[in-house]
């Protein structure tokens, strides 16, 4: 009753018409599919020991460096990108950065074919080093198999990984 007398005022316009005819409000409601293990996997950033992030949104992986290695490196001066359409497994080379201290390869977190790759960074590689895990990814890679995700380091993890490493130097 609520219902029908909010839309006849207009106060409710844009519900669907399931709702304007009467039906229950809950058919209006959407709802989710995906099991909470994969809300797990699927909405927070993973690394590896080579200092690579993969920040995951659905089946496809925006990848970079960590802000670790851009601080060892240093002012990225140029950045090599992976072709579009390219099928990686993790571990392959996908592209290079050089700064003025020193080069490093970019290896791929996680297999895949590369979706797009961050143009931005022909004109201005040192995003790379001023936003290395926000404006500064190197590419984006649809997955084939997410399940590797389960290999890669958490936060906290990846934090203890780096201070170990720091204090072997």
Known sequence: MLA??????GFLPSLTSSVKTGFCLKAAAPT????WS????YSTKHFTKEHEWVKVD?????????????????????VELPEPETTVSVGDGIGAVESVKSASDVYSPVSGTVTSINESLGDSPDKVSSSPEE???????KLSSPDELKSLLNDESYAQFCKEEDASH
């Open 58 to 78: 659905g089946d496809v992986g925006t990848v970079g460096i960590t802000s670790y290695a851009a601080n060892a490196l240093g002012e990225v001066v140029f």
């Open 38 to 41: 994969a809300v797990k996997y």
């Open 32 to 35: 989710l599919s995906m099991k």
């Open 135 to 141: 404006e500064g990814w190197i590419c984006k890679i």
């Open 4 to 9: 029908r007398s909010a839309l006849r005022s």
